[in-house]
């Protein structure tokens, strides 16, 4: 482990402990040079807004060319906005990137 501070243990421990909306606000205050570090910081968001019931917010903020975490996050709110409705739909996505993954992993 190194010694480099936890840029996200805030808003990390926050989500954790289901307190979404200081979650968001510690995200919005977050400013990072680290593409990687960007991408789990929404991820986290995103994810506190699920946990707030904003699923339209999520579906329409996160485009198809986002990263493969953020797409997933955006199906889960999709399927979470109507479970009945968008199961089918959700289990056939995640059959297809289990699939394309599997295959980008059997090419190595």
Wanted: net charge negative.
């Amino acid at each position: 482990m190194s010694g480099d501070p936890d840029e996200l243990y805030t808003l990390r421990n926050r989500f954790w402990l289901g307190n979404y909306q200081m979650a968001i606000a510690e995200s919005n205050n977050l400013r990072l040079m680290n593409d990687e570090l960007k991408g789990e910081k929404d991820e986290y968001t995103y994810r506190s807004y699920i946990g707030l019931g904003q699923y339209d917010l999520v579906e329409r903020e996160i485009d198809d060319d986002a990263p493969m975490n953020l797409q997933a996050v955006k199906l889960l709110a999709k399927y979470l906005k109507d479970p009945a409705k968008n199961k089918e739909a959700a289990l056939s996505q995640c059959d297809e990137w289990m699939e394309k993954y599997a295959n980008r992993a059997d090419q190595s």
